[in-house]
């Protein structure tokens, strides 16, 4: 299994090199205009800039702004969405009153509904929070239910034939049973949110990763562009691995039988 892994992580690794050494290649032949796509030496000499400075902030602010807001959204979502999806997921009543409401914005752009949540909550970071909270709130509440549904019955029942209480069910069966899909559930939530950040950070926001790049584009600085989405990719990767890292310390279970 660990060679296994081993080979996997050499083959990530081949193919962002190749990645790499393509974009250099076609960057220092001409292949593609410099102006759409700035060659690996621009973006590095972007990136040491904005270390120290890009408009009044450096890279560090920007990104520490951003991640304030995201984390604040995802944490108010998933104290939130968890306890109403696994609620949800028993009553059936209770999933009849929210699933109607979650099912129509979840599909929706962000932008369609931020200027109502700007006119509401003004053009602060209030707003802003609000949207990330709805793209992060969806995808926990919809893995909540979908696990509750899914509990094995026999397990349950088994559980009820020993003598167990119904709160002694959920802690001991159907909550071990829903942690593996609640965290993918998390794990795409913050992701969604993540991707909703640049939409977030576009009214009234003069600091931000986010925006960051909008501002850059405007500037047809797309060398700054690139160092945006390669710092957002990256940060990206991070939280990922370290939600893994705590669903495999507090999940052991998740993915076996």
Not at 141 to 157: E, F, G, K, L, Q
Not at 160 to 168: D, N, R, V, W
């Amino acid at each position: 299994m660990k060679k296994k892994l081993s080979g996997n992580k050499v083959i990530s690794v081949v193919v962002v090199v190749l990645i790499l050494a393509l974009w250099y290649v076609a960057t220092k032949l001409g292949w593609v205009d410099k102006k759409l796509i700035p060659s690996p030496h621009e973006v590095w000499a972007a990136f040491l800039s904005v270390c120290i400075d890009y408009k009044g902030h450096s890279l560090l602010q920007h990104l520490g702004v951003s991640m304030q807001r995201l984390f604040l959204a995802f944490g108010l979502a998933v104290v939130t969405a968890v306890p109403l999806g696994l609620l949800s997921g028993f009553s059936e009543k209770v999933r009849a009153a929210f699933e109607p409401i979650i099912e129509f914005y979840r599909p929706l752009p962000p932008l369609a509904y931020y200027t109502l949540l700007v006119l509401a909550l003004g053009i602060d970071n209030a707003s802003k929070i609000a949207l990330l909270y709805l793209a992060c709130f969806a995808p926990i509440y919809v893995s909540c239910v979908s696990a509750v549904v899914r509990v094995n019955r026999d397990h349950i029942n088994s559980a009820y034939t020993l003598g167990a209480s119904k709160t002694q069910v959920f802690f001991s069966v159907i909550f071990p049973s829903c942690l593996p899909d609640m965290f993918t559930g998390i794990r795409t939530s913050i992701g969604v949110g993540y991707s909703t950040l640049v939409a977030a950070e576009m009214v009234a926001a003069n600091v931000g990763i986010g925006w960051m790049v909008l501002d850059a584009k405007n500037w047809l600085r797309n060398d700054i562009v690139f160092v945006g989405i390669i710092v957002m990719g990256v940060t990206g990767i991070l939280m990922n691995v370290v939600l893994n890292l705590v669903e495999k310390k507090f999940v052991p279970w998740s993915g076996k039988a």
